[in-house]
C-alpha cells in the first residue's frame, strides 16, 4: 500500500492536523530516572550543562529538551536521564505499580518501560524484563544498569511462551505488555517507518501480539493488572488483540485516568465488531498533543 | 566443591563456611568489604542477596529468587573478584559510592572530564589509600560519583568502561 495512514481518515475528526503532524519531527523528550536523582536535582544539572529544558505538562518527570544529543551531558552520564518518546511514558504510568509489587515487561528491551517501572517501584520488589533478541537484551542491560537498577531479573525468551520458574511459579501483580508493532505512530521519528508496510505484516504481528497477551494474562494473578501498548495506529494491532483477549480469558477492560489528550478506542473496523468495552482503550494521535502515535489499553484479570 | 557455573547464577553463601563453590566469596565478605574499604554502612545490602555470574563477578540483587537462577541478568553487576584486589563497577560506584566516607577522591571540573574520557592524570595531592577509589565531583551542588580510578604512585587510572567514556 502506497500510503498506509490514509486508512485512518474515516475515523479521525482531523485528518489534515493529523497528516501535518506526521511531517514534523518528534521533540526530544528526557526522563529523570527518580531511582538516581530528583527531578529539582535533574533540572539544576541540565541547567549546569546549558541544555534548555521545559516541562512537557502532563507528568512532572518527563521535560522536552533543546538538544538533540542529551547522551553528551553530565546528567545523562550519571544515568539521572532516559532519552525516550513522550508517548513510550504512558504504559508505566498506566500500570502504576507499587513499590514491593511483582511486576513483568515480557517485551522489555531496550528498557524505557523497564527502567520507568522500577523507577515507579522505588527499586522495591521484583521487575521481570524479558526479550527474545540477545543484542537488544545487552543493550536493556546496559541502560538498566547506567540507571541503577536492582530489583530486575532479565530473561531471554520467546515471551509467547515465557516460563515462571526460575521465579518459584509465583505469578505478577501488574504486567506491561508492549509488544512489538509496525511502528506507525513513529513516523515522526522514523520517516521510514512505513516502508516496509503491508496489511500481511500488520495480521502476522497481530497474530504473535494475540501469543504475548494471552501469556502475560496467564501469569497474572487473579485481581492483577495487565497493560496492552503499541506505538501504532493499526486497529487489528490493536482493538483486536484486545478482543481476542477478552473472548480467550477471564479479564475485563478498566477505564483509567491519563492527563493527555485522546480518543476512545474502535469497537468497529473494517467491517468487524470489537467488544463495546474497547471504547475504554485510549488512542493517542500525534496531532493531540505534539507526540508520536500510541495504543494503551488497561486489563483487569477476574478475581 | 562444585565449580563455579559461568551460565548461571548462584548465590553466594552467608559466610565462608556455608561455602560449596569453590573460591566464591560469602556474603558477609562482600558487605564487609564495602564497609572496610568505603565506609559503605553494612545495613546498605539487608534487602539484598549477592549472587556469581562467571567467575569471579559478583551481583547484587534486592529480593531473592530460587538458586541457581539460569536468566540473563539479576539485578546490578557490583564487583569483580577475581584479582588481587575487589574491583568496584562503575554501575555500582554511581548507584551507591554516594554513602561513601572512605576512599572517594574528589575531581574538579576538568579533572572529571578527563576522568569520563578514560584518560589517566597525575593527582599527587591525594595522601590516602591507593588501590580502587571512587572519583566524584560537584553536580548540581552535591558530590556525585563518576566510577572507579586505580590510584598508583601518585597518578588516577580512569576505569570508565569504554562505552560508558565521553568528551564532554
Known sequence: M????????????????????????LPQVVRVNTIKAT????????????????PVGWNDELLA????????????????LYGQEEVSAVPAVVCDPDPGDRV????????????????????????????????????????????????????????????????????????????PCSCEGTIRKNPDALDEWSLDHVDGVAGIQKGILSRAIEVTRPGGTV????????????????????????????EYDLPLSTRAGLTSWDGETYNASLNRAKRIYPHLNDTGGFFCAKLEVAA | MRENDGQQFGRLPATDDDREVEGRPSRAAVVDFWQDRYGIPTATWDDYTFWERGAGKLWAFRGDVPSPARIQGLGMAVLRTGGEHWKPTTNAVQRFGGLATDCVIELNDAEARAFLAGRDQELPRWNGDWG???????????????????????????????GRQREL
Open chain 1, 104 to 179: 513483568f515487561d515480557p517485551c522489555a528491551a531496550p528498557g524505557s518501560k523497564t527502567t520507568h517501572l522500577a523507577a515507579l517501584m522505588d527499586d522495591e520488589g521484583l521487575l521481570v524484563a524479558n526479550d527474545s533478541n540477545l543484542g537488544r537484551l545487552s543493550a536493556l542491560r546496559s541502560n538498566a544498569e547506567r540507571c541503577g537498577l536492582t530489583n530486575v531479573a532479565v530473561t531471554k525468551s520467546d515471551a509467547r511462551n515465557f516460563s515462571l520458574a526460575p521465579f518459584g511459579g509465583e505469578g505478577f501483580d501488574r504486567a506491561v505488555v508492549d509488544v
Open chain 1, 2 to 25: 502506497d500510503d498506509p495512514l490514509a486508512r485512518y481518515e474515516p475515523i479521525l475528526d482531523d485528518y489534515e492536523a493529523f497528516r501535518a503532524a506526521c511531517e514534523r519531527p
Open chain 1, 65 to 80: 529538551v533543546d538538544t538533540d544529543k542529551p547522551g553528551n551531558t553530565w546528567p545523562y552520564v550519571h544515568g539521572w
Open chain 2, 132 to 162: 580502587y577509589l571512587i572519583a566524584s565531583h560537584e553536580l548540581a551542588g552535591e558530590s556525585e560519583p563518576i566510577g572507579v580510578g586505580l590510584y598508583l604512585h601518585g597518578e588516577l587510572r580512569s576505569q570508565v568502561p569504554k
Open chain 1, 227 to 254: 497493560v496492552y501498548s503499541t506505538c501504532t495506529f493499526a486497529p487489528e494491532e490493536n482493538e483486536a488483540v484486545v478482543d481476542h483477549a477478552l473472548a480467550e480469558h477471564d479479564v475485563e477492560l478498566v
Open chain 1, 39 to 54: 527531578v529539582v536535582r535533574a533540572e539544576r544539572a541540565l541547567k549546569e550543562a546549558g541544555v534548555g529544558y521545559e
